[in-house]
C-alpha cells in the first residue's frame, strides 16, 4: 500500500471538512449565536487536515486496489471525527454523543441523541443537516464510480449493467463523473428549497430539510419531524423529493440527457416503485378501516412508506401506535431501502431482485435437475461470481445485525428496541421501534452501544465488505 498517499489523501479530506463548516460559521453570526465554537472546529479541522496533507506529501501517486478500500474504509471515521468537533466546542454534547450524532450525519442514518432541537442553536442545526448532505454525495460517488471498481458484494453488475456516466463510457474519468452527479445533486436540493419556501416553510428550516431529504438522512429542526409543520403540502413535497432521492441518480442523468424512454425498461426502478406503491396501499387500507379519512390515509401512508424505503427516517405520525402487520412490513422495507447508485440505505433492490432471481433458479433445479435456468438482469444472465457476492453480502449484513441486536439485549433491551436499533443502524434508516421509535432518540443508550451502532452504521454503508476487510490480517501484509 501507498500508506504516505492515503494519508494525504485524507489530510484533504479533513481540509474538506473544515470548509464545510463555514456555513455554520456564517448562520450563528446572522442569527446573534456565539460564532467562536464553530469558527474554532473550522480551523481545528482545517489545521490538522493540513498538516496531514503536508507531512505526507509524495510524488508517488499510484493508487492500488489496497489503497482504495484503506481510503474509503477510513473516509467516513475521519470526517465524522471532524464532524464531532462542533457539538463538543459548543458544549452541546460529550465526545461519545458527538460521534454518535456525527456518525449519524455522514452515514445519513438520522439517529440522534438530541431532543428539543427547536431549542438548539440554529447553526448546531445547520451544521448537521451539512453532515447529512456532504455524507449523500459522498455515498452516490462511492457506490457509482468506486465501488464497482472494487468489484464488492456483486455490484460488478451495477458497472457493467446500469447505462450512465461510469458504464456508458460517457465520461469515464471519474472526475468528470463527480462534476455530473455534484450538479445534478446540488439542482435537487435547491429545487425542493424552493418548494418548500413556496409551501410556507421558512427558508431556514426549508434549507435544513432540503439538505436532509436529498441525502436521505431524515435530520430534522423540530422534535415531531416532518410532521411538527402540520402542512399536507410540504409532507407532500417531501415525500415526492425522498423518492426521487431513493431512486438510482444513473437514471437521473439518463431523463437530463434525454433519455427518457429507456428510464421505465429499468427493472430495478419498476421493482422499487411497485414496492412503494404495494406498502403504501396496505398503510391506507389499515388507517382507513381504524377511522382516518381516505386523504389523510394515503397521505400518511405514502409518506412513512418512502420514508422509511428510502431509509429517509422522516416522520408525520407516530407509527408506533399503528398496528403491528404495518410494523412488520415497515422493518421488511428499512431492510430492503432503495435503489443502487442512490443516497438510500438498506440491501438495496439491486440486489433484492438478484437475490429472489437466484432463490427461484435454485428451487427450479431442485424440481428439474437437469434444466439449465440462469439468474438473467436486463436479458444477460448474470455471472456466478456476482451470485455468490451478493449471497455473501447478504451472509455478513445480516450477521452483523443479529450479532449486534444480541449484544444490545445483554443490557437490558426488549427484543423489539434491540433488533430495530441493529437494524436501523445497519439500513442507515434512523427511527425503529419500542424505545428508539419514531419520536424518540438514542440517547437513553449507554457509551458501548452507541458506539457499536456507529460501527453498524459505518458497515451498513460501506456496504459491509469495504469496512470488514479492514479487519483482517491479510490486508495489512505485504
Not at 262 to 279: C, N, S
Not at 386 to 396: D, E, K, P, Y
Not at 414 to 425: G, K, N, P, W
Request: hydrophobic share 50%.
Amino acid at each position: 500500500m501507498n500508506l504516505l498517499l492515503d494519508l494525504f489523501v485524507l489530510g484533504w479530506l479533513l481540509l474538506l471538512v473544515g470548509a464545510f463548516q463555514a456555513p455554520a460559521v456564517l448562520t450563528a453570526l446572522i442569527y446573534g449565536e456565539d460564532a467562536f465554537p464553530y469558527l474554532f472546529s473550522m480551523l481545528v479541522s482545517l489545521a490538522l487536515g493540513g498538516v496531514l496533507s503536508s507531512v505526507t506529501r509524495t510524488k508517488d501517486r499510484r493508487l492500488r486496489p489496497r489503497d482504495g478500500f484503506l481510503i474509503v474504509g477510513m473516509a467516513w471515521v475521519i470526517a465524522s471525527i471532524g464532524g464531532a468537533l462542533p457539538y463538543v466546542f459548543t458544549g452541546t454534547l460529550g465526545p461519545v454523543d458527538a460521534l454518535f450524532e456525527s456518525l449519524a450525519g455522514f452515514t445519513t442514518t438520522g439517529s440522534t441523541v438530541m431532543s428539543n432541537l427547536e431549542s438548539q442553536e440554529r447553526a448546531l442545526l445547520l451544521w448537521r443537516s451539512i453532515t447529512q448532505w456532504v455524507g449523500g454525495m459522498g455515498i452516490i460517488l462511492f457506490t457509482i464510480a468506486i465501488l464497482p471498481l472494487l468489484g464488492i458484494g456483486g455490484m460488478q453488475l451495477f458497472k457493467a449493467e446500469v447505462p450512465g456516466p461510469v458504464a456508458d463510457k460517457v465520461r469515464p474519468r471519474i472526475a468528470e463523473t463527480a462534476r455530473r452527479l455534484w450538479l445534478i445533486y446540488v439542482g435537487f436540493t435547491l429545487l425542493e428549497c424552493g418548494c418548500l419556501w413556496l409551501a410556507g416553510m421558512g427558508l431556514y428550516d426549508a434549507v435544513n430539510h432540503s439538505l436532509t431529504t436529498l441525502a436521505t438522512g431524515g435530520f430534522s429542526t423540530r422534535d415531531l419531524s416532518v410532521g411538527g409543520f402540520e402542512s399536507p403540502a410540504i409532507e407532500w413535497i417531501v415525500t415526492l423529493f425522498m423518492l426521487v432521492a431513493g431512486v438510482n441518480f444513473v437514471i437521473h442523468h439518463r431523463i437530463l440527457g434525454g433519455r427518457v424512454s429507456e428510464v421505465w425498461k429499468d427493472t430495478e426502478l419498476r421493482y422499487y416503485l411497485a414496492v412503494i406503491g404495494f406498502v403504501t396501499a396496505v398503510c391506507a387500507l389499515v388507517l382507513m378501516r381504524g377511522g382516518t379519512p381516505f386523504g389523510e390515509a394515503v397521505r400518511l401512508g405514502a409518506f412513512q412508506t418512502v420514508s422509511l424505503m428510502t431509509t429517509t427516517g422522516y416522520a408525520t405520525a407516530n407509527f408506533e401506535l399503528w398496528p403491528s402487520i404495518l410494523h412488520m412490513m415497515f422493518l421488511i422495507i428499512m431492510i430492503l431501502g432503495g435503489m443502487a447508485g442512490s443516497t438510500s440505505g438498506g440491501i438495496k433492490s439491486l440486489r433484492a431482485i438478484l437475490g429472489l432471481r437466484a432463490l427461484g433458479a435454485s428451487v427450479d433445479r431442485l424440481i428439474h435437475p437437469r434444466a439449465v435456468r440462469p439468474v438473467k438482469y436486463a436479458g444477460k444472465p448474470v455471472p456466478e461470481e456476482v451470485l455468490a457476492g451478493i449471497w455473501a453480502f447478504f451472509s455478513g449484513y445480516f450477521l452483523i445485525i443479529a450479532v449486534t441486536a444480541v449484544i444490545i439485549t445483554g443490557f437490558g433491551y426488549d427484543i423489539e428496541t434491540s433488533l430495530s436499533s441493529a437494524l436501523t443502524a445497519m439500513g442507515n434508516v434512523g427511527p425503529g421501534l419500542g424505545e428508539v421509535g419514531a419520536y424518540d432518540n438514542f440517547a437513553h443508550y449507554p457509551a458501548l452501544v452507541k458506539l457499536l451502532l456507529g460501527v453498524c452504521m459505518i458497515a451498513g454503508r460501506l456496504e459491509v465488505f469495504t469496512l470488514l476487510i479492514l479487519f483482517m490480517p491479510s490486508f495489512w501484509r505485504r
